[in-house]
C-alpha cells in the first residue's frame, strides 16, 4: 500500500460524487463501483486515499507505519490553539482517534457491554430513543 503522489492511481471515480445527497441516499452502488475499480484507490476530490476491501483496511489498521498521533497531527495542522476546540478534547479520547495500546484497551471494554445478546436487548429502547431524537428534531424544525 506504500505509494508516493507521484504514482497515485487515477481512478474513474474522483469522490465528489461520495458527498452528493444521492450517494448520501443510496450509497451502495457507489461503493460497489468503489470496490470494483480496486482494493486502495486516490480519491483527488477528497484529497484522500479509500480504502475499499476488509483486506485493506486490516492490512492498514495492523501496520505500524499507518500509525497516526492524533494530538500532534491536529496541532501540526491547526495549530497550538486546536488543544482548546471542544472537538479536539472530545475526540482525542474517542476510540477511533487513537491507536494500540489505548484503542484495544478501550475496545475491550466496548466488547464486553455490547454482546449481540445485549444490543438485541437494547433494540427496543434504541429505538424509542431514536424516534424520540427525531420527534424533537421535527418540532424544532417546524418552529423555526
Known sequence: MTSTSTNRPEPAHKGAALASPEFLDNPYPGFAELRDQSPVLWLEAMNAWILTSYDAVHGAFTDERFKVNFSEYQVNRVGPSVVDEPYYKQAQNSLVCNDHPRHTRMRSIFRKALTPQRIKELTDEIER????????IEQQAAAS
Open 129 to 136: 430513543q431514536c424516534h424520540r431524537f427525531i420527534d424533537e
